[in-house]
């Protein structure tokens, strides 16, 4: 890192002669010079012991596209609704994530949204089955690019609906052990991208509130039309909270028959109004009343599955 510094500081004073840029020092022949800016960002942040403190240079598709190679995923067709991208059948549930996601984007013409987290009250309520055919459903339409992001770094499980690698991931990137880079797994869906939970860790919410998790968002938000975070419970934990502050808006997934109306109410609490883009009800029985759509806000409540119970008087 000195030859570096030293390079530049050379350039610099040259440049305040008036003699113009001078090209830094690279080292005799079979000296390796000095890595790209991006290694050059990463490798500080990592000595610094995660801390960001200085701003990073945002990354372009087609640049994440040409360091990151095709990853051999076999999803899990329990979990992907939409596990061949080549197949033209319609699984029972997918047109129900397709209405999901166009209302996401009539939501996306009234404000800025693009990185939606994604929680539930409660765990179990299948948050990472929405997340992950959310996910699936907009990167069926052409020319529209998707990174998920396990941020559910007590139990992460993004990975295991897909087929893909634990790690490294999230929680190694904010740990300072791992580049942004070599965290990003790219699947058969030349327009589709995960970031795994990573390598287990006892307490993540230390780790989530270091300011680094925004730096990873700043950089990857001009690359991507959305970034769906996976997170933990909020009701019980602080996870989703400290998560959601550098997110544009929050999904809240609740299971239907299970969920309290009271718990239900005191996760809707845990984010500022303007941030609840809307609620989706969960394994909804068959045979119920479909189209039932309630609001929060300015936000949408949808029911998962073949039909959703009208509620009374409009209300949930």
């Given amino acids: 890192?000195?030859?570096?510094?030293?390079?530049?500081?050379?350039?610099?004073?040259?440049?305040?002669?008036?003699?113009?840029?001078?090209?830094?020092?690279?080292?005799?022949?079979?000296?390796?010079?000095?890595?790209?800016?991006?290694?050059?960002?990463d490798s500080a942040l990592v000595a610094s012991g995660g801390i960001a403190t200085a701003a990073f240079e945002p990354l372009t598709l087609e640049s994440i596209r040409q360091q990151c190679p095709v990853s051999d995923w076999k999803p899990d067709a329990k979990a992907v609704l939409f596990a061949d991208p080549a197949s033209s059948a319609r699984p029972s549930g997918a047109e129900e994530f397709r209405t999901l996601r166009s209302r996401l984007y009539h939501l996306r013409e009234k404000r800025p949204l693009q990185s939606v987290l994604v929680t539930s009250a409660l765990p179990s309520e299948g948050k990472t089955f929405v997340t992950l055919n959310l996910a699936r459903a907009i990167a069926q339409q052409p020319h529209r690019s998707v990174l998920v992001i396990d941020a559910d770094l007590r139990i992460a499980r993004i990975h295991e609906g897909l087929g893909a690698s634990p790690t490294p991931g999230l929680?190694?990137?904010?740990?300072?052990?791992?580049?942004?880079?070599?965290?990003?797994?790219?699947?058969?869906?030349?327009?589709?991208?995960?970031?795994?939970?990573?390598?287990?860790?006892?307490?993540?919410?230390?780790?989530?509130?270091?300011?680094?998790?925004?730096?990873?968002?700043?950089?990857?938000?001009?690359?991507?039309?959305w970034i769906l975070l996976d997170s933990p419970p909020c009701v019980f934990l602080?996870?989703?909270?400290?998560?959601?502050k550098v997110c544009?808006?929050?999904?809240?997934?609740?299971q239907s028959g299970l969920t309290p109306f009271d718990t239900a109410r005191k996760a809707r609490r845990e984010f500022p109004e303007e941030q609840l883009v809307g609620v989706v009800l969960n394994r909804v029985p068959a045979g119920l009343t479909y189209g039932a759509y309630y609001y929060y806000g300015s936000g949408y409540g949808y029911g998962y599955g073949r039909k959703a119970a009208e509620p009374k008087n409009g209300k949930s």
């Fill in 238 to 244: 602080s996870d989703a909270s400290l998560i959601a």
């Fill in 1 to 41: 890192m000195s030859r570096i510094h030293e390079a530049l500081k050379k350039a610099q004073l040259e440049r305040g002669a008036g003699q113009g840029p001078a090209e830094p020092d690279l080292g005799a022949v079979g000296e390796p010079g000095p890595p790209p800016p991006a290694m050059i960002e």
């Fill in 248 to 254: 544009d808006g929050v999904l809240i997934v609740v």
């Fill in 171 to 225: 929680s190694d990137y904010l740990r300072g052990e791992a580049d942004l880079i070599s965290i990003l797994q790219r699947g058969p869906e030349d327009n589709f991208f995960i970031i795994p939970g990573g390598s287990s860790n006892a307490n993540p919410s230390e780790f989530l509130g270091t300011g680094r998790l925004r730096t990873l968002l700043n950089r990857v938000t001009p690359a991507f039309d």
